[in-house]
């Protein structure tokens, strides 16, 4: 469990500071759940989808069209 939430953080190019912020919660909380010593809730799953979609939306260009 921990090992995936650790791999799926560096897909996301994250650091467990930058992840523990956009959680909500305290980076040694990630460090924790990452080495198995917290389980890691139910609902981080879910949130960690969240979070993939935020950035993929961040990574599209804007598109801006003028009419000039």
Do not use: Y
Request: hydrophobic fraction near 35%.
């Amino acid at each position: 469990e921990g090992k995936e939430l650790k791999k799926i953080r560096g897909e996301m190019n994250l650091t467990q500071e930058e992840l523990a912020r956009e959680l909500s919660v305290a980076s040694n909380t990630v460090a924790r759940w990452e080495r198995g010593e917290r389980k890691i809730p139910n609902h981080l799953s879910l949130a960690l989808e969240m979070l993939k979609t935020k950035q993929k939306a961040q990574d599209k260009p804007n598109c801006f069209f003028s009419l000039s």
